[in-house]
């Protein structure tokens, strides 16, 4: 059984590095989308400091339908384009947005949400759906933010296949 281990980094590159090696070892062997989801969001949300929820929207071919999350409840269907994760859908490009009030369109499901990263899955040329992760916190998320979650988006996607 795999078993997370206490992580004890000190800058976000440590912590990243961490978390890309235990997510590879927390989703090795198994391809069951679901499953490999809801252990990702787990072992994130028990890892980054100053977040209220971080989870899944899976693209089911006409919009993003909500998966395995942490934090509360959500809303459940988003269209294409549509808030920042309809936005990261429909560019396919990561948004990191420091202050959620100021993104046109932006949809509140946590009123305690200030700050938001989404990053659009992508396996191919096939849109998978978007790893969405939100914070209490003005501007909690930067660029190292950015590279790190999309690093670890990448290990959830390969390990689908
Ligand atoms: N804020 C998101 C909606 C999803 S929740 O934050 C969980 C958005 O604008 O797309």
């Known amino acids: ?27 090795h062997g198994e391809r069951d989308r679901i499953a490999n989801a809801a252990n990702f969001a787990s072992l994130v949300w028990h890892a980054v400091p100053q977040i209220n929820w971080c989870g899944f929207y899976f693209y089911d071919g006409t919009e993003l339908v909500v998966g395995p999350f942490q934090g509360k409840p959500a809303c459940v269907r988003i269209a294409l384009g549509k808030g920042v994760c309809g936005t990261a859908a429909s560019t396919r490009q990561t948004q990191l947005v420091r202050d959620v009030h100021a993104f046109e369109g932006h949809i509140a499901c946590d009123s305690a949400s200030q700050s938001e990263i989404v990053v ?27 590279s790190g979650m999309e690093r670890l988006c990448a290990i959830f996607i390969q390990s689908l296949q």
Do not use: C, N
């Not at 281990?5 to 989703?27: C, F, M, N």
């Not at 659009?120 to 950015?146: C, E, K, Q, T, Y």
């Open 1 to 27: 059984m795999f078993a997370a281990a206490p992580i004890h980094a000190v800058t976000k590159h440590e912590l990243y590095d961490e978390l890309a090696s235990q997510a590879r070892g927390l989703l």
């Open 120 to 146: 659009p899955l992508v396996d191919g040329d096939r849109l998978l759906g978007v790893w969405d992760v939100d914070s209490p916190h003005i501007a909690r998320f930067d660029a190292d933010d950015r």
